[in-house]
């Protein structure tokens, strides 16, 4: 298991790395609405810009045109214009375009968004040379709404939703030749299903996420939630476990509360005489047959049919690191609080956008070969190189910020250890 660092802006890196070198490209960029007044999502893609502005053609840090003021210098600020947008995805096209470059032939890109932005970075990606393959949802149920809330006759109303999940885009390099040619020559193409199954029956794993008032009822395969008086139905799947879906879930009251009962819909499916496998396929809208009782595709069981992973815990953030055991912020701190918080001040990992590990290491291990090379060209604190290295990934990151590069390789190098103590043999001759 071997990783290397790279301090810098990650256009220059990548220009660094060999054509078809990479397996997969797990990354979380900046999504461009300038995060807690973060130069990373700014600042530095202006400096980045006005560089490029003021060099002769031959300078590594310039476009194919040569020395100009890219719009994308106006990327990262909290600006929706069109504007505003086209330098976004001018920022996007930029270093998707690397990736591209980078990337094996089948080779995927994952690469979480903002819902305001995501479709700009999704076209950059598009543009790029990518085939956009799916858009993966992590929804979550710890989100802050930052409204403007209006007062006097206007009271009741504001300016936003409570954010409850970040959108990941799931692109994928042309393939050469066929899925099956590509794979047996490049080792990309395909998507790990098996390695990524959900548990036919996780009720009790997952009810480690609820509040204390939950109950649980195993002897009838369900359990019932607490305050938020959800109801959790699991049934037996496949051996291997229910297929990965497009969704990740926190495993929140919240969120599970917002599933129905039964997989597909809240309804029972209209549909002809039920077959050996439960439903025959076909469906009426007359009324004139009857429901079939729990036809769903095959699929049954609420929230718990969907991989889930909660935001990354203290623990998760701090592995590896010197960490202080008071939290920058309480947890019941406002939007605001925590936008006012010294991260900096803070043992331990102070970014402010750390993905937990879990889910970053069943992103990689969705699309990377057994042994592949992960790619992360915005590593932050380190959260992928961690997975790719606990999941038995080589991997390579860039990281702009120096402090939160010696972050990252404090958490991947713990993680190395770690990973080698329980891949010791035991001495049995003492």
Same mark, same amino acid.
């Given at each position: 298991?071997?990783?290397?660092l790279?301090?810098?802006?990650?256009?220059?890196?990548?220009?660094?790395?060999?054509?078809?070198?990479?397996?997969?490209?797990?990354?979380?960029?900046?999504?461009?609405?300038?995060?807690?007044?973060?130069?990373?999502?700014?600042?530095?893609?202006?400096?980045?810009?006005?560089?490029?502005?003021?060099?002769? *053609?031959?300078?590594?840090?310039?476009?194919?045109? =040569? !020395? @100009?003021?890219?719009?994308? +210098?106006? %990327?990262?600020? #909290?600006?929706?214009?069109?504007?505003?947008?086209?330098?976004?995805?001018?920022?996007?096209?930029?270093?998707? *375009?690397?990736?591209?470059?980078?990337?094996?032939? =089948? !080779? @995927?890109?994952?690469?979480? +968004?903002? %819902?305001?932005? #995501?479709?700009?970075?999704?076209?950059?990606?598009?543009?790029?040379?990518?085939?956009?393959?799916d858009?993966?949802?992590?929804?979550?149920?710890?989100?802050?709404?930052?409204? @403007?809330?209006?007062?006097?006759?206007? %009271?009741?109303?504001g300016?936003?939703?409570?954010?409850?999940?970040?959108?990941?885009?799931?692109?994928?390099?042309?393939?050469?030749?066929?899925?099956?040619?590509?794979?047996?020559?490049?080792?990309?193409?395909?998507?790990?299903?098996? %390695?990524?199954?959900?548990?036919?029956?996780?009720?009790?794993?997952?009810?480690?996420?609820?509040?204390?008032?939950?109950?649980?009822d195993?002897?009838?395969?369900?359990?019932?939630?607490?305050?938020?008086?959800?109801?959790?139905?699991?049934?037996?799947?496949?051996?291997?476990?229910?297929?990965?879906?497009?969704?990740?879930?926190?495993?929140?009251?919240?969120?599970?509360?917002?599933?129905?009962?039964e997989?597909?819909?809240?309804?029972?499916?209209?549909?002809s005489?039920?077959?050996?496998?439960g439903?025959?396929?076909?469906?009426?809208?007359?009324?004139?047959?009857?429901?079939?009782?729990?036809?769903?595709?095959?699929?049954?069981?609420?929230?718990?049919?969907?991989f889930?992973?909660?935001?990354?815990?203290?623990?998760?953030?701090?592995?590896?690191?010197?960490?202080?055991?008071?939290?920058?912020?309480?947890?019941?701190?406002?939007?605001?609080?925590?936008?006012?918080?010294?991260?900096?001040?803070?043992?331990?990992?102070?970014?402010?956008?750390?993905?937990?590990?879990?889910?970053?290491?069943?992103?990689?291990?969705?699309?990377?070969?057994?042994?592949?090379?992960?790619?992360d060209?915005?590593?932050?604190?380190?959260?992928?190189?961690?997975?790719?290295?606990?999941?038995?990934?080589?991997?390579?990151?860039?990281?702009?910020?120096?402090?939160?590069?010696?972050?990252?390789?404090?958490?991947?190098?713990?993680?190395?250890?770690?990973?080698?103590?329980?891949?010791?043999?035991?001495?049995?001759?003492?």
């Amino acid at each position: 298991m071997s990783f290397t660092l790279h301090l810098g802006d990650c256009l220059e890196v990548l220009r660094t790395l060999p054509d078809d070198s990479i397996d997969s490209v797990v990354t979380d960029p900046p999504y461009g609405i300038r995060f807690m007044g973060k130069s990373w999502d700014g600042a530095d893609i202006e400096q980045r810009a006005a560089y490029r502005a003021g060099m002769p *053609s031959h300078a590594e840090a310039c476009g194919p045109n =040569g !020395g @100009h003021r890219s719009v994308a +210098a106006e %990327a990262g600020k #909290y600006d929706l214009t069109p504007k505003g947008m086209r330098a976004f995805q001018a920022f996007t096209l930029e270093w998707a *375009s690397e990736c591209l470059r980078v990337l094996k032939p =089948g !080779g @995927h890109l994952l690469s979480f +968004a903002a %819902a305001r932005t #995501y479709h700009h970075m999704a076209v950059g990606i598009e543009m790029a040379g990518f085939e956009i393959r799916d858009q993966i949802m992590w929804v979550f149920g710890s989100g802050f709404p930052k409204s @403007h809330n209006l007062k006097g006759d206007r %009271a009741g109303w504001g300016t936003a939703l409570k954010p409850a999940h970040e959108p990941i885009c799931m692109a994928r390099k042309p393939l050469t030749g066929t899925v099956a040619d590509n794979v047996q020559r490049h080792g990309t193409g395909a998507i790990n299903i098996d %390695a990524c199954r959900v548990e036919a029956v996780d009720a009790e794993r997952l009810a480690k996420h609820w509040d204390r008032e939950t109950t649980i009822d195993m002897r009838g395969g369900n359990f019932v939630g607490g305050r938020s008086g959800g109801v959790l139905q699991t049934t037996e799947a496949s051996a291997l476990g229910r297929w990965p879906a497009n969704l990740v879930h926190d495993g929140s009251p919240e969120v599970v509360a917002m599933f129905p009962a039964e997989a597909g819909a809240s309804a029972p499916v209209k549909g002809s005489e039920p077959t050996a496998n439960g439903f025959s396929g076909s469906v009426a809208y007359s009324g004139m047959m009857g429901r079939v009782q729990g036809a769903f595709h095959g699929d049954s069981g609420s929230a718990a049919r969907f991989f889930y992973c909660a935001k990354a815990s203290r623990k998760d953030r701090n592995e590896g690191l010197h960490s202080g055991v008071t939290p920058a912020v309480a947890t019941s701190a406002t939007m605001r609080n925590i936008e006012d918080a010294d991260w900096s001040a803070r043992n331990g990992n102070h970014h402010p956008t750390v993905k937990p590990t879990d889910l970053m290491a069943y992103l990689c291990r969705l699309v990377t070969p057994a042994g592949g090379l992960v790619l992360d060209p915005f590593t932050g604190s380190g959260s992928t190189g961690k997975a790719a290295i606990r999941e038995g990934f080589r991997f390579i990151g860039c990281e702009l910020d120096p402090e939160y590069l010696t972050i990252a390789r404090a958490r991947i190098e713990h993680e190395v250890t770690q990973q080698a103590l329980k891949n010791q043999q035991p001495d049995l001759f003492g």
